[in-house]
């Protein structure tokens, strides 16, 4: 199966059904998806299928066959990504660091500006084990604040 993985086009042989996160991490060595729940429920493995924040634990392979698929390794290549990640150091919004990459996708969508209730949409379907909203939320309005993401 063909699709574009961070800009890089990809052939994976693999069976469709697998899921989208396995051959992230073991097909394509990307490991900085995480997974958490291994059921959709909690975010760590969000990434963008043609701008979509979806949770590739729950996505088969075949979904994602000819579409354009973001993981965080190539979200903070990006000036949006990379705003957003440096705004987590700085405000402390990494903690254990499991729910990062996935609050980071669910965030690269909002525009500049965004308020709080926005961000907290945004970021609805992302848990942070480590309670850290409150970090997150100041390091995504810190981000867009500047004008730096999208």
């Given amino acids: 199966m063909k699709l574009t993985v961070n800009g890089k086009t990809r052939t994976v042989t693999a069976h ?39 949770d590739s634990c729950i996505v088969p392979l075949a979904h994602a066959e000819g579409r354009k698929v973001i993981t965080i390794e190539g979200a ?8 957003l990640q440096d705004a987590f150091v700085v405000h402390g919004g990494a903690q254990c660091g499991i729910c990062t990459p996935g609050m980071i996708l669910a965030a690269a969508r909002l525009k500049p500006g965004a308020s709080e209730h926005d961000i907290k949409v945004a970021l609805a379907g992302n848990l942070c084990r480590c309670t ?7 390091s995504v309005k810190s981000a867009l604040k500047r004008g730096r993401a999208r």
């Fill in 16 to 54: 469709p059904m697998k899921r989208l996160l396995d051959v992230l991490r073991e097909d394509c060595g990307l490991t900085g998806t995480k997974e958490g729940c291994g059921e959709g429920e909690c975010g760590a493995c969000t990434v963008l299928i043609d701008g979509v924040a979806v």
């Fill in 76 to 83: 903070t290549a990006t000036r949006t990504g990379k705003a």
């Fill in 132 to 138: 850290g909203y409150p970090a997150i939320f100041r």
